[in-house]
């Protein structure tokens, strides 16, 4: 779970990483509030879970109440590379003198945890590292080692910052590591960490988090309360979360075939199927959500799922792909006609069955005679069909 | 020669008296695999009794309170994990500590900085961990009467022994590929799991099957998220002899969203199929468009090997 930086800033803040002050405010009325407490020159911020939110307009400067609201009330409504605006934080303008990059995160490939720092903050780290590797340090955190102050002391040396703010970098990189241990985050990322202050005066200067973005691990949520604190402001998608409340993986996309299937690898591919058969077809069907039913799912859950596909308006057609290995068609079949029975189907239908209790499975479908329902031999074949049909019934509704 | 275990290994699971535990130890017994101790804690001294093959009575199997204990009393030197996420890390940790040496992690959801630190120390005492979050390990009956073992969820009766070898990071299009191969036949099938850090990779799985003289070509199935099919594929190039073929899953995966796996996730930018793709064909492995077409690639090559 990726947080917004208002609640990124908490979490550092509670690890004693200086932030500047800031308000998380969600209308213009509570925006003009929190600048006349924050002081001018303030910072309105769109709170977005998406990077590139500065170029795409979604940071502005203001130096009056007057300007703070009516920046507000241009960010507040904005979609920001399709990512709706929760509400925006209006922060501290700081005098910045100089930017670093700091970030810790997991290294899937390594298998431990990764420091990433360059003098060079401010813009996209990647890029910096595209045009300037050099400038861009990189140190490992064993993942049975502990990390001490002497630790990020050397580390904070030898990664770039400049002699006169190792001592404040290696409190700042031990922090981040504490609050990256303790929050069972994935990436902590501090760009930029800025040098603020009055530059003729050496004992004004500090280091402070000006923008930051954590990544929390969803696997570790039970040891959290759930991240209850951290909810998203935004309704989620009424179909995800009803796919939710059943313990099903749901993710809903923009086509017209609705795709279930048993698991993740098999639902993935046959979304592939689906976009390969739209072009085929040169129709543009594409899939229009990704549901797995997981391991050993009962007629209940398979029913459940269809149930949530079909509902969605969007649906032309649904396509169920199931390998039965702990699966049983059978139950996957008696599903489906439950969920057709219930729902009164009308659209169409698309079943490939093959592995554990397949015949027996495809038997019931058989005998039930429901026209709507489709059978087919392989993956490829039901994917082609459930385009069809998707693209025929979008035809017709003309 | 044999593949990620040895013939005859006894294997114990912990979570044996749980519902999957259950389910799984009963099919694991009737694939012949030999399972000697559950492990629970709370269960101790008491045992459990399985049926055997051809309704030809049952098995008992006694449960111990810890790994150690289970493998003094059985010479135990494998275990299979179906413990729920929060009790995961110490399932992990007390296996590695008893020293057994392989560990196949079924459970999903297991935090990655749990996972993270138990597959450093497994690293370091030479312990091999496959998963978390995978459907396990199956070798086949040879036929020179080594018989396989099954280790996990991937069921029996898909495929036999056969010259190839199968690596993937999902469950079902394991089963698929399986089915996709049947009539060619497989040494030994792994599922390396979805999560972002798994015990065994998708190339330390390649170098078991280029180190094992029966297997002659290997199918890898990877996903979005992550480089390791890279890593895997640029290994492959350098130092391997056999063949390899490889399918990618998630090409219709918007950014940013978790497609059911914890790792299966394209993020800023990284770790998409097409790259994926693209990366595997610049340094000489064919990648499939669908499981089936992966498939057709794999017996064309071990057709013009044939005829060569």
């Known amino acids: ?398 | 020669m044999s593949l990620f275990i040895a013939p005859h290994t006894p294997v114990i699971v912990q979570g044996m008296t749980g519902r999957q535990g259950m389910t799984h130890t009963a099919r694991m017994l009737l694939a012949g695999t030999p399972i000697v101790a559950g492990v629970n804690p709370r269960k101790a001294g008491t045992s459990v009794a399985f049926p055997l093959a051809d309704e030809a009575g049952t098995i008992d199997i006694p449960v111990f309170a810890g790994c150690a204990q289970a493998k003094q009393a059985t010479g135990a030197n494998a275990s299979v994990i179906f413990v729920p996420p929060s009790f995961a890390k110490d399932a992990m940790l007390e296996a590695i500590e008893a020293g057994i040496a392989l560990i196949v992690v079924i459970t999903e959801g297991i935090p990655v900085a749990d996972t993270a630190y138990c597959v450093e120390l497994a690293l370091r005492k030479g312990i091999r961990i496959i998963g978390p979050n995978c459907p396990g390990l199956m070798t086949l009956d040879r036929p020179d009467g080594q018989p396989g073992a099954n280790l996990g969820i991937i069921p029996e009766g898909i495929v036999g022994y056969g010259p190839l070898g199968l690596v993937s990071k999902s469950g079902t299009l394991t089963y698929q590929m399986m089915g996709e191969l049947s009539d060619i036949g497989f040494t030994a099938c792994i599922g390396v799991g979805g999560d972002p850090i798994v015990g065994t990779t998708l190339q330390e799985a390649l170098e078991v099957f280029e180190a094992d003289d029966a297997t002659k070509a290997v199918v890898m199935i990877g996903e979005i998220g992550g480089n390791a099919e890279q890593d895997a594929a640029d290994w492959a190039t350098q130092h391997m002899t056999k063949p390899v073929v490889a399918y990618i899953a998630g090409f219709t995966a918007p950014e940013g969203k978790q497609m059911g796996h914890a790792g299966a996730i394209v993020s800023g930018g990284k770790g998409t199929a097409q790259a994926k793709k693209e990366h595997l064909e610049a340094v000489g492995i064919k990648v499939g468009r669908t499981p089936g077409q992966t498939a057709q690639i794999m017996r064309d090559i071990l057709d013009g090997a044939a005829r060569r």
């Open chain 1, 1 to 398: 779970m990726d947080l917004y930086e208002y609640q990124a800033r908490q979490l550092l803040e509670e690890h004693g990483i200086a932030t500047p002050r800031a308000i998380f405010a969600q209308n213009s009325h509570e925006v003009a509030q929190a600048a006349d407490d924050i002081g001018y020159p303030c910072v309105i911020k769109a709170q977005v879970k998406i990077g590139h939110r500065g170029q795409a307009g979604g940071v502005k400067l203001a130096k009056d109440r007057d300007e703070a609201i009516v920046n507000s009330e241009q960010i507040l409504p904005m979609s920001i590379h399709g990512h709706k605006t929760s509400g925006v934080l209006v922060a501290e303008a700081k005098n910045i003198l100089h930017e670093y990059y700091l970030s810790i995160s997991l290294d899937r490939a390594s298998r431990d945890f990764d420091v990433l720092a360059t003098a060079n903050g401010g813009t996209e780290v990647e890029q910096v590292a595209k045009e300037h590797p050099e400038a861009v340090k990189r140190l490992h955190i064993d993942a049975l080692e502990d990390f001490d102050l002497a630790a990020a002391h050397k580390m904070a040396a030898s990664i770039g910052f400049y002699h006169a703010d190792v001592d404040q970098a290696a409190t700042i990189l031990l922090n981040m590591w504490r609050c990256f241990k303790d929050s069972d985050a994935t990436l902590v990322e501090i760009n930029p960490l800025a040098k603020i202050g009055d530059p003729d005066d050496e004992s004004s200067k500090s280091l402070c988090a000006l923008d930051a973005k954590i990544s929390l691990d969803d696997n570790a949520a039970f040891r959290h309360d759930g991240w209850k604190r951290f909810v998203d402001p935004i309704l989620p998608d009424p179909f995800e979360s009803r796919a939710r409340q059943h313990g099903l993986h749901y993710v809903h996309l923009r086509g017209e075939v609705g795709v279930i299937g048993n698991g993740a690898g098999l639902v993935m591919s046959s979304l592939d199927a689906v976009s390969d058969a739209g072009e085929d077809q040169g129709n543009g069907i594409k899939p229009a959500n990704f549901l797995d039913i997981g391991g050993g799912a009962s007629a209940e859950t398979m029913g459940e799922s269809l149930s949530i596909v079909l509902s969605d308006p969007q649906v032309e057609s649904a396509f169920v792909n199931v390998y039965g290995g702990i699966t049983s068609c059978e139950q996957v079949a008696r599903g489906i006609l439950l969920a057709a029975k219930d729902l009164v189907v009308t659209k169409p239908i698309v079943i490939r069955f093959d592995g554990n209790a397949a015949a027996e499975g495809l038997r019931i479908l058989d005998e039930a005679g429901n026209p709507n329902l489709h059978v087919r031999a392989s993956m490829e074949e039901a994917a082609a069909t459930a385009v069809t049909l998707a693209a025929a019934a979008k035809e017709a509704r003309r």
